[in-house]
Nanobody, 125 residues
């Protein structure tokens, strides 16, 4: 079993930066793809960014490409999402996800087996 714990959410103004992090425990996650998804009020959960097992390959949703950066530190079982130039439409609960079998980054939600509890990011205009 894998436990994922997110941190770093908060309330910021439009144009600001924020970094959310996710620490995994329970097993070594260094061979698994990781991802961030988000869910805004009244909307379905959507893909944000994903990273392969080594950190060398990443994928981004079009809406965040060029503004967000996903990274990982396998020695610390941690994945980060650096969010720059935040917009009000980025307001959502951000979820960390870990795959039990996938090594490459994927935007497909069903490819991820473990999920964190989420961290709230609110961007005011």
């Amino acid at each position: 079993q894998v436990q994922l714990v997110e941190s770093g959410g908060g309330l910021v103004q439009a144009g600001a930066s924020l970094r959310v992090s996710c620490v995994a425990s329970g097993r070594t996650f260094s061979t698994s793809a990781m991802a961030w998804f988000r869910q805004a009020p009244g909307k379905e959960r959507e893909f944000v960014a994903a990273i392969n097992w080594s950190g060398g390959v990443t994928k981004y949703a079009d809406s965040v490409a060029g503004r967000f950066t996903i990274s990982r530190d396998n020695a610390k079982n941690t994945v980060h999402l650096q969010m720059n130039s935040l917009r009000p439409e980025d307001t959502a609960v951000y979820y960390c996800a870990c795959s039990n079998w996938l090594r490459g980054p994927s935007p497909v939600e069903r490819n991820y087996d473990y999920w964190g509890q989420g961290t709230q990011v609110t961007v005011s205009s």
